[in-house]
């Protein structure tokens, strides 16, 4: 199977998923959407409401934070991956629990085999506790972490892991959005070939 193939293999397994109950109250999952050649993976908590509606990753006010802060660097949205930890939104936009992420997590998981980036940027607090404990990485506070590189070896080569504050923080928060917009020259100085 080649990688577009292997792809909706999962997308198709996602849209049939009923391993944890969110998907009784979803409208659409989002399984993520981007290159599949990506060089740099942004993943995300899970769907919001206009996520859910549409069936696209980061398509609200968060979203537009994202593309934004990807123009700034000069990066098409259409050169990167999206994804999030869970493919389903949590009823009133709460926090995945970890029944939930356990149950979703095989197909993150899958989606990173797939892409193999050379940059995955997980944003807010749980996509990075996920992406530091699957990686051995030690996790401490955002705050401290943000914008920092760390460098791991994996099945499909070393990779660098960019953790980032959520663009969602940024639509209320005007500090933030400048950090972020910091945190994304870093982006643009790793060794990527699409900057
Ligand atoms: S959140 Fe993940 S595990 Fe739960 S139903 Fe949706 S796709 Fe399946």
């Not at 959407?33 to 549409?54: H, M, T, V, W």
Request: glycine share 6%; hydrophobic share 35%.
């Amino acid at each position: 199977m080649n990688k577009e193939e292997e792809m909706q293999r999962i997308i198709s397994r996602i849209k049939d998923c009923r391993k944890c109950d969110l998907w009784k109250s979803r409208l659409n999952p989002v399984p993520g959407e981007g290159s599949l050649d990506a060089e740099i993976l942004f993943i995300g908590e899970a769907p919001g409401y206009n996520e859910d509606k549409q069936g696209r990753p980061f398509v609200g006010r968060a979203g537009k934070i994202l593309d934004e802060l990807l123009e700034s660097i000069g990066i098409d949205r259409s050169k990167v991956y999206i994804a999030n930890i869970l493919k389903c939104r949590p009823p009133d936009n709460r926090d995945p629990d970890v029944d939930e992420i356990n149950a979703c997590i095989e197909y993150l998981d899958r989606q990173i085999e797939i892409i193999q980036p050379k940059i995955i940027s997980p944003l807010g607090r749980f996509a990075c506790e996920y992406i530091f404990k699957k990686y051995g990485l030690k996790y401490d506070k955002i705050s401290k972490m943000h914008g920092k590189i760390f460098k791991v070896n994996t099945l499909f080569g070393s990779i660098s892991i960019i953790p980032l504050y959520h663009p969602a923080v940024a639509t209320y928060n005007p500090m933030i959005k400048n950090q972020l917009l910091e945190d994304f020259k870093t982006i643009k100085t790793s060794e990527l070939n699409i900057c």
